[in-house]
């Protein structure tokens, strides 16, 4: 059994969903692999699978749940019992979605060993729960009885009174009772179901109740009560958000409305189901949505739709895992491309069916397809060729003993041997196609009489069709009185259209100067550089990251090495754009700060990002991982800077200061962006005295010690960065000699202030 038929038969053969573990059962990567269950099972196991080993191999980092602990700091390298537990529960689950039902039940026994040693009631159940649903799949049902009476002990516990099991594992009950048709009994211990429903009060067991109910009035030949039934599960769910449930309630609606021969009512509902598994991110239910709804814009004669809903379903399947349903959406692109009349892509398809059903050795579908091939062949006046595929598929029909099959294969052989002027073999299949006609004719007068003697069925029905003929002569009357109101309508609605167009369009423009406006508020109206407001815009999303990935390295422990992964900004002076104005006038200061824009942007490596801060300051952003020498790296920028051609005299003693961020890797957090920056303009200070003792460019960078000195901090930066100077727990890298630093004339006292 494959992974599609388990989960389209959920409803059927499952009767309740998956119990959603609760956070304090799950890790971090378990909560995630939770969430992979349905769209992405595989990546599901790897995630559980590396959890398991992990814990395998360092079993000292597993804590008890009855361990005292109070030292919560490195509970990221520990787990618990409960986690271990849930991670093979959650394995389990993603095994049986990828039809590994042998896998999963190892899995699950050792969930449920785990549960039962450390005294777990609830993953104890749960485990139960799943092999219950496992089992089912496997086929094994003799196996049902132990299972279930430990299950209902413990649903007998007070603590488990208010579970959702108490609801679910009743309603697998209620499946196995229809499919042995004990109809009785299952309405019994539907009312018990429903019962527990409303007392635990969960919405999401309410609409599991309505469609377990529909599902046995499915079973009795009741399909309008099986119908609300669907419907008032499908209500109940929709606030829930469970595409998965939605989805499989509008299979079931859909298969009842084909049933019933109300095509576009199940075209509706096929739709929705298409979008529900959409959603949910399975390609495999998807495929078979999509099949259902092609197979029914075939049925209403739109040919092209149903080829692309094929098309679309056949995109969605991996031919080396799923060779069974690719072969049959190739079938089905064959059959549809025959009733259209293409003979040369339909035998394509048809013959790449015919090979795939062959090699999986499946005798039906090879017989429909052998049966579509000869139907093909008798198109294209190649009677012979139809002859050998019939036989082909009447040798295949009388081994598995397919009445159905016979009937048409005898068809169509008398058509082909008449074809070929085989007249005596065309009489004698005819004859052998007449007599499984009556022969299937009876079966069917057996079948009618049969239902004709379902009274209780028939009086239901004539009940619900004079309820639908009343609610028709209501509805007569409601259409004179609202069919003025239609007209009005639909004028006002025209009006608001063409009234949204009008709106829609000017809107756009509107956002489209908006747009530009903007792109020109973040750049510098002179230089054309990016400006601050942009480095504003990017700031705080890249101080979120860097402070997140250094939190992750050091609660990781990971302290052998420094970090790597930190920003670098580098803060100029250029002096000659500082009193620019002044020195050269407008317009010819004007044309420097442009071609020194152009210059810049030239030269900015594709790895780092520059900014223009006015009054002389450029910020140079660049991260660590794309910078193999920084210092190097600063002398070659200084370099550069300098190097600029101008006609003018300039001043060309660029200051350099540079600060990393994170500032501190073990407390990134400390500072935020006004931090961050009074150090930067502390270095350009420390640099610019620097740059004026040695009368040339110079460099000056500040970097704090490895260790944890967040609170040294705490206060004015500034401040608190000289004091941290003064004391060596910040490092002075310079171009030049850093004695000729004068640090306390850079400290905000009161003189200073004044000054």
Not at 282 to 294: I, Y
Not at 672 to 686: E, K
Not at 736 to 745: A, E, L
């Amino acid at each position: 059994m494959n992974q599609l038929f388990f989960l389209a038969m959920m409803m059927s053969s499952l009767s309740a969903p998956n119990v959603d573990l609760t956070k304090d059962q799950l890790s971090i990567d378990l909560q995630q692999a939770q969430t992979l269950v349905l769209s992405d099972p595989a990546r599901c196991v790897e995630i559980t699978s590396a959890f398991l080993v992990r814990t395998a191999n360092n079993p000292k980092q597993i804590i008890s749940n009855r361990q005292d602990y109070g030292y919560r700091e490195p509970m990221l390298s520990f787990g618990t019992i409960a986690q271990a537990t849930g991670a093979h529960l959650l394995k389990g689950e993603c095994l049986i979605q990828l039809a590994q039902h042998r896998l999963a039940d190892q899995e699950l026994q050792q969930a449920l060993a785990l549960a039962s040693k450390e005294k777990q009631p609830e993953l104890q159940a749960q485990s139960l729960y799943l092999m219950l649903r496992n089992k089912a799949l496997l086929g094994s049902g003799r196996d049902y009885v132990p299972l279930r009476t430990q299950l209902d002990q413990l649903l007998g516990a007070t603590a488990l009174k208010n579970s959702p099991l108490q609801v679910y594992s009743r309603l697998l009950r209620i499946t196995d009772l229809i499919e042995s048709h004990q109809f009785e009994e299952a309405k019994q211990r539907l009312s018990e179901s429903r019962q527990w429903a409303r007392t635990i009060g969960d919405s999401k067991a309410q609409a599991w109740v309505d469609a377990v109910s529909g599902d046995l009035y499915h079973a009795l030949r009741q399909p309008q009560l099986a119908l609300g039934d669907y419907i008032s599960a499908q209500q109940q769910a929709r606030p829930l958000a469970d595409p998965l449930f939605l989805g499989l309630l509008a299979n079931q609606i859909v298969d009842l409305y084909q049933e019933e021969q109300e095509p576009q009512k199940a075209l509706q509902y096929a739709n929705e189901a298409a979008n529900y598994f959409h959603a949910l991110g399975n390609p495999v239910l998807l495929s078979q949505a999509l099949t259902v709804l092609a197979r029914l814009n075939r049925t209403q004669g739109d040919m092209n739709m149903a080829l692309v809903y094929f098309f679309n379903a056949l995109d969605l399947l991996d031919e080396g895992h799923q060779r069974i349903q690719v072969a049959q959406l190739k079938y089905e692109i064959g059959k549809t491309y025959l009733q259209n009349g293409n003979l040369p892509l339909a035998r394509s398809y048809l013959s790449a069916a015919r090979q795939a059903h062959r090699a999986e050795d499946d005798k039906r579908p090879l017989i429909d397809t052998l049966l579509l091939l000869g139907e093909l062949h008798l198109k294209q006046k190649e009677a012979a060729i139809a002859i050998l595929q019939l036989e082909n598929a009447l040798d295949l029909a009388n081994q598995i003993a397919d009445t159905g099959r016979q009937f048409q294969i005898y068809r169509l052989l008398s058509l082909a041997y008449e074809q070929k002027d085989y007249l005596l073999q065309a009489l004698e299949s005819y004859k052998r196609f007449h007599q499984l006609s009556e022969q299937i004719s009876q079966q069917q007068v057996a079948l009618e009489q049969e239902a004709i003697r379902d009274n209780y069925t028939q009086v239901e029905r004539e009940q619900q069709i004079k309820s639908l003929e009343l609610s028709l002569e209501n509805s007569r009357h409601q259409q004179e009185r609202y069919l003025w109101s239609s007209v009005i309508t639909g004028l006002l609605l025209a009006f608001f259209i063409y009234l949204f167009f009008t709106l829609w369009l000017r809107l756009k423009s509107a956002r489209q100067q908006a747009r530009f406006l903007g792109e020109a508020t973040l750049k510098e109206p002179r230089s054309g550089l990016a400006n601050w407001q942009r480095l504003m815009n990017r700031w705080p999303k890249e101080m979120a990251k860097r402070q997140q990935q250094s939190e992750r390295w050091y609660l990781n422990e990971l302290t052998e090495g420094e970090f790597d992964d930190k920003l670098h900004y580098l803060l100029f002076k250029v002096p000659f754009l500082a009193n620019n104005l002044e020195r050269h006038g407008y317009q010819l200061a004007r044309d420097i700060e442009t071609a020194f824009g152009d210059y810049v942007a030239g030269l900015t490596p594709p790895d780092g990002r520059i900014y223009d801060l006015r009054e002389g300051h450029l910020l140079y952003v660049v991260p660590q991982r794309h910078v193999a020498q920084l210092h190097q790296l600063a002398r070659e920028l200084l370099e550069q800077l300098a190097a600029f051609p101008c006609a003018q005299p300039i001043d060309r003693r660029i200051s350099l200061g540079i600060v990393s961020h994170p500032f501190l890797p073990k407390a990134a957090t400390a500072l935020d962006h006004l931090g961050l920056f009074d150090l930067c303009y502390l270095a350009l200070a420390g640099a610019i005295q620097l740059s004026e003792r040695a009368n040339q460019s110079a460099w000056l960078e500040l970097a704090a010690i490895d260790c944890q000195q967040a609170a040294f901090f705490n206060g004015d930066v500034w401040q608190c960065c000289l004091m941290a100077i003064d004391k060596g727990l910040v490092k002075v890298n310079s171009s030049h000699d850093k004695q000729w630093i004068n640090w306390p004339g850079l400290s905000r006292t009161k003189g200073t202030d004044d000054r």
